[in-house]
């Protein structure tokens, strides 16, 4: 039972937790030369 709600969890918070990455990644790599 654990696991399932941690999987329905997670894929629940997915969509959520990309842009959340996104905008990280953004601020992490800014001002880096490519």
């Known amino acids: 039972q654990l696991r399932q709600a941690l ?8 969509e959520e937790d990309t842009e959340i990455n996104k905008k990280w990644e953004a601020a992490t790599l800014e001002g880096w030369s490519q």
Not at 7 to 14: I, N, V
């Open 7 to 14: 999987m329905e969890g997670y894929q629940a918070r997915r």
